[in-house]
């Protein structure tokens, strides 16, 4: 267990963040479309879906991204995410299904709380999660390959 230690700003007790939009609909103190909660998370539907039934896993003590996730939260994430991409899959009867997870600005995050996307696909949605493939030569990957790592 590596639970995270309360930092400045937030409640010792449950972690939450004040001022933060997805602290208080986790914890339920603002109302919002729950497919389903536990003593960790919420999963709600997202306001402004992509497709239907874009949902939104958000656990409840607050994270700002995946970095600041305790070990024990970033795996109970993804487990909740099968969990209920399977689910969502059977009951909307799409053709497929995206998880998105966006961290920091630059990379599309807009709610600094963090979150799952969970975004059901349906043939000719018109929708799309694309970036355009780049090229590489050997001694530029060998090169960030030794960033990463070194
Ligand atoms: P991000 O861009 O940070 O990865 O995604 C934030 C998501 O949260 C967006 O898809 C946006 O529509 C959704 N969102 C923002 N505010 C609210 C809200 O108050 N309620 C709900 N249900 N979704 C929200
Ligand atoms: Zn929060």
């Given at each position: 267990?590596?639970?995270?230690m309360p930092q400045r700003g937030m409640?010792?007790?449950?972690?939450?963040?004040?001022?933060?939009?997805?602290?208080?609909?986790?914890?339920?103190?603002?109302?919002?479309?729950?497919?389903?909660?536990?003593?960790?998370?919420?999963?709600?539907?997202?306001?402004?879906?992509?497709?239907?039934?874009?949902?939104?896993?958000?656990?409840?003590?607050?994270?700002?991204?995946?970095?600041?996730?305790?070990?024990?939260?970033?795996?109970?994430?993804?487990?909740?995410?099968?969990?209920?991409?399977?689910?969502?899959?059977?009951?909307?009867?799409?053709?497929?299904?995206?998880?998105?997870?966006?961290?920091?600005?630059?990379?599309?995050?807009?709610?600094?709380?963090?979150?799952?996307?969970?975004?059901?696909?349906y043939h000719n949605d018109?929708?799309?999660?694309?970036?355009?493939?780049?090229?590489?030569?050997?001694?530029?990957?060998?090169?960030?390959?030794?960033?990463?790592?070194?």
């Amino acid at each position: 267990m590596d639970r995270k230690m309360p930092q400045r700003g937030m409640m010792e007790e449950d972690m939450r963040m004040d001022n933060c939009i997805f602290c208080k609909i986790a914890n339920g103190e603002i109302p919002a479309k729950t497919l389903y909660e536990d003593g960790q998370f919420r999963v709600i539907l997202d306001l402004a879906p992509a497709t239907k039934g874009h949902a939104l896993i958000l656990p409840k003590d607050h994270a700002a991204n995946l970095c600041e996730l305790s070990d024990a939260q970033a795996s109970d994430a993804l487990v909740l995410a099968k969990k209920m991409a399977a689910q969502m899959m059977e009951k909307l009867q799409c053709d497929g299904l995206n998880l998105v997870q966006n961290n920091g600005e630059t990379a599309g995050q807009t709610v600094m709380h963090f979150h799952i996307h969970l975004i059901p696909r349906y043939h000719n949605d018109g929708q799309g999660i694309h970036w355009r493939p780049g090229t590489s030569t050997p001694e530029e990957l060998e090169a960030v390959r030794k960033q990463i790592v070194e």
